[in-house]
C-alpha cells in the first residue's frame, strides 16, 4: 500500500463516476491531449487506465505511475488494451521514479488536481523529461470568471475530502508555465458543457514543453 496517497472509497468509485464523462466526450478528449505523445512516455496518476487505448503508435513504450493500489490493479488489467506497451508502477508525482531526461513524454491527465504539491510535482516533471520533450495535459481548472471561481473555492472546503484529495480552484494553467515551461498549445472549454456548470467544469487540455 502507498501510504502517501490513500483514498480507497474513492480508488472503488472512480470508475464508476468515469464512465458517465468518458461516454459523453472525455474519450474524445484523452485522444486529443494525448496526440502528440512521442517516445518513452511516462503517464502520471494513471488511474484505471482510461488514457491506454489512446495512445497513438508515435509512442514506443508507455510506464503508468498509480499510487492507489486498487486502481493499479484495474489498471493492470487494462495495459493489454493499449496499441503499444504499457507497465505499471507504483509511484508518486512529486517522487518520480525515473532518472533525470529519461522521458519523451510526461502524461498528466485529471491528476495535477490531486497531487499534494504541484510545485514538487511539477519540478520533478521537468526534471524527467528529456530537453525538447513535452507535457501533454488533460485537467479542470479554477475558472477564470470571478464569481464561479469564488464558487469552486468554497466547494473545495469539503471536495478533497470526498474526491480523492481532488481541488476543484487550482491554478495549474498558471503553475505549469510558473514552474518553467512553455505552453505551445492550450485549449480552454467546459465540461460537461451545459447552464448548470459542475464545479469541475472549466478545462484545459494542451502541450507544454521546458524552457
Ligand atoms: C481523478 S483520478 C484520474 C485518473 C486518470 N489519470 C484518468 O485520467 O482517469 C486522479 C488520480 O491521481 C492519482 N493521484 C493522486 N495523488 C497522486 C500523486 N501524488 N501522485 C500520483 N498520482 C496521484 C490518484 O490515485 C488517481 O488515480
Known amino acids: 500500500m502507498n501510504t502517501e496517497v490513500n483514498h480507497p472509497r474513492f480508488a472503488r468509485m472512480y ?10 466526450g472525455a474519450q474524445e478528449h484523452r ?8 517516445g518513452r512516455v511516462l503517464e502520471i496518476g494513471a488511474g484505471h487506465g482510461l488514457n491506454f487505448p489512446h495512445y497513438p503508435d508515435t509512442v514506443t513504450e508507455v510506464v503508468a505511475l498509480e499510487p492507489e493500489e486498487t486502481l493499479r490493479e484495474l489498471a493492470r488489467e487494462a495495459a493489454p488494451k493499449a496499441r503499444v506497451p504499457v507497465t505499471v508502477s507504483d509511484g508518486v508525482a512529486e517522487r518520480l521514479p525515473a532518472g533525470d531526461a529519461s522521458y519523451d513524454t510526461v502524461v ?30 488533460y485537467e479542470h481548472i479554477r475558472s477564470r470568471s470571478r464569481g464561479f471561481a469564488a464558487y469552486q473555492c468554497a466547494v473545495d472546503l469539503v471536495w478533497p475530502h470526498i474526491s480523492g484529495g481532488c481541488r476543484v480552484s487550482r491554478r495549474t494553467d498558471r503553475a505549469i508555465p510558473g514552474a518553467g515551461f512553455t505552453m505551445k498549445h492550450v485549449r480552454h472549454f467546459r465540461f460537461p458543457p451545459g447552464r448548470n456548470p459542475a464545479p469541475t467544469a472549466p478545462f484545459m487540455i494542451g502541450l507544454a514543453v521546458p524552457e
Not at 470508475?15 to 458517465?20: D, F, H, M, S, Y
Request: proline share 8%.
Open 108 to 137: 498528466c491527465s485529471l491528476v495535477l488536481c490531486s497531487v499534494r504539491d504541484l510545485p514538487t510535482a511539477l519540478a520533478e516533471i521537468r526534471r524527467v523529461l528529456r530537453p525538447g520533450g513535452r507535457l501533454c495535459f
Open 15 to 24: 470508475p464508476k463516476l468515469a464512465a458517465w464523462a468518458e461516454e459523453h
Open 31 to 38: 485522444a486529443e491531449s494525448l496526440a502528440p505523445a512521442t
